[in-house]
């Protein structure tokens, strides 16, 4: 814990105590007994707030408009989810809380309320939609794990070093991400790690966004204008990622403009640009919008995957009976054969690794909360009121872990869990009870291309490498980041299986 937070913490303390002597505000003890956590034990942060949820019915309301002039409602209830996210999620937005707290994105359409939303989805999403954009996506996946991933493994295996899968992961993610989406290769995975100023400058953003959303506006605005704390290295990374993404625009339109885009190969970028003109609409040209959508398709697609994928090998390294039933289902639908690299339709034949990735997205939701704020009065299913003043937050870790939903067995690892009995099928659970990927208009449009992704990298890697996790001095825990990151990262040692 750095100066700043210790400072913090003993203000609060002393505040907390001389209006509780002096009855300056209501005594809210579900607050009370978060605060050491937010501060001292930050990685125990969702399990305290799943406790404190599990002993009040689901949802609890946390006091703190005396201070910040909102109150925050947390539910983990799948009545409350549904009314918020489908039934009625015209009256609940993103908010202006959570676009000040990403205002780095600038004019990213995620940021945008409902209507506006709906208007510029059909021109930012339409690449899903595209038979090239997939035939690219897979090209990209295999180029990246042929060129970049099975090097550097087979390399650390020669060298018997300790990996950390975090740090390979999101090189990864990185580097396919931005090929997809720019066509530009950042070669953040390569022997050695060699440095990544983006990548550190994305993982910057990241913890500053989690530190606004849990910090009072006015508390890291103070930061910010002081310079201390997180908020002092976001001028620096905003100013990196900002210049890289512009840089990644304007080589793309000089190209058009210039009629030299070579070759079939997708990218987004370029199908905006084409798109754009095609629509005659001068806005979706703008330098400002197509940067933000690219910073969007960046962190959406890198950051999340490459998080679950080190979750995921955490809970096979300690659940040997599931990790045995996953290779034994590579083993029936590969060929023996050193660096294979799987086709589509391999992949869909691996129903058990599916069912273990969405098994660790349940206990480790790389989302863990999903945040609103209603725009006028409404009454939840659970019978609490909230107002504009009131800040939502619908906490996906917690939902993960209750049993009632998932019943008394919640926190063990059980993949079969998600396997249709029978038919050899995936099981279909509503979103109303497993948020990993959202739900209602907002939803993750990524789902299907990151399991395509998570599934090629970890049947690759388990095809042709044994991982073992170091077991000593590693503690691992989530970090405090606005994706659940595994805070040390996730060490382990890689030989290869075909020497
Ligand atoms: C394990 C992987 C992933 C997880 C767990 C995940 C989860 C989520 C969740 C929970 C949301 C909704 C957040 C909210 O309602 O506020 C979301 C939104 C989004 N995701 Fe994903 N995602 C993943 C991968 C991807 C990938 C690979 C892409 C794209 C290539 C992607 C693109 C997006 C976009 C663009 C949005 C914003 C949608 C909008 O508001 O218009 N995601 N994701």
Redesign the pocket.
Known sequence: MGYTEIFVTIILALLLFLAHQNRLFPWNWPLIKLVPTLYLKSHELYDKITQILTENNSTIVFKTSWFTKTDILVTSDPANVQHILNSRYSIYQ?GSEFRKAFDFFGNA??LKDIEE?KEE?KFT?AFYKENQFHKTYFKVIHQTLEKSLIPVLDHMSLQSQVLDMQILFNRYMLDT?CLLVTGSDPGSLRIGFPKSPLLDAMDDMAEIVFCRHILPERVWKLQRWLGIGKEKKTAKACNILNQTIADYVYEKQELAAMNQENGDDFDVLKFYLSKAVTKGSMKYTEKGFLAANVM??LY??RD??AA?LTWFFYLISRNPLAEKKILAEIRQNFPPRKHFLPSAEELSKLLYLHCALCES?RLF???PV??REPIKEDVLPSGHRVDENTKVILCSYAMGRMPEIWGEDCKEFKPERWMLAGKGGIKHVGSNRF????SGP??????E??FT??KAVAATILHNFNVEVVPAGQTVCPGVSAVLTVKHGLKAIVSSKWI
């Open positions: 993103r359409i995620f939303w989805k999403h991400t969007t398709l959406a697609g999340t995957s679950l997205l939701p790389t989302t999903v945040i948020l990993g990927f959202g907002w939803a993750c449009p990524g789902k291309l990151a992704r998570m």
